[in-house]
């Protein structure tokens, strides 16, 4: 298993893809709370 051509890269992109996901579920679970305490 040759894992030291793009081993970093690879590592970085699927750390920057996680990050991404959780800052998006972030963003809407705070959206739909704020517009929950606003309308409800």
């Known amino acids: 298993m040759e ?3 793009d081993g970093p890269s690879v ?3 699927v750390a920057l893809v996680a990050v991404s996901v959780m800052v998006i579920i972030l963003v809407c ?3 739909g ?3 929950g305490r606003l309308f409800l």
């Open 3 to 5: 894992l030291n051509d």
């Open 11 to 13: 590592l970085s992109m």
């Open 29 to 31: 679970f705070a959206a």
């Open 33 to 35: 709370y704020g517009f």
